[in-house]
């Protein structure tokens, strides 16, 4: 069974920023696709940011132009670094993994960030 735990969430002021983290227990380099997803008190997941294989990105609107994924191959580790935070983007935060283009996704258990104003 594949592990992937987050970490780095917590509380940080309105304009601060965070750094998550999602260790995968097992290789990600052939993964077709690593995620940052989000869920809100009273909304739907929503897509934060996805980063294939490839090396492609996706951000949602939202997202642009202050946060950026990454990975560390070596580290089985994907990074969400989000910068010039608002109470806004309060919510717990998931770590996606969808291993083939065609196959199911898998989460992490999500770690919460909240920004105070």
């Known amino acids: 069974q594949v592990h992937m735990v987050e970490s780095g969430g917590g509380l940080v002021q309105a304009g601060g920023s965070l750094r998550l983290s999602c260790v995968v227990s097992?290789?990600?380099?052939?993964?077709?696709?690593m995620g940052w997803y989000r869920q809100a008190p009273g909304k739907q997941r929503e897509l934060v940011a996805t980063?294939?294989?490839?090396?492609?990105?996706t951000y949602a609107d939202s997202a642009k132009g202050r946060f950026s994924i990454s990975r560390d191959n070596a580290k089985n580790t994907v990074y969400l670094q989000m910068n010039s935070l608002n109470p806004e983007d309060t919510a717990v935060y998931y770590c996606?993994?969808?291993?083939?283009?065609?196959?199911?996704?898998?989460w992490g258990q999500g770690i919460q960030v909240t920004v105070s104003s």
């Open positions: 996606n993994r969808k291993p083939g283009a065609f196959g199911s996704d898998y």
């Open positions: 097992t290789p990600i380099s052939n993964i077709y696709r």
């Open positions: 980063l294939l294989s490839s090396g492609s990105t």
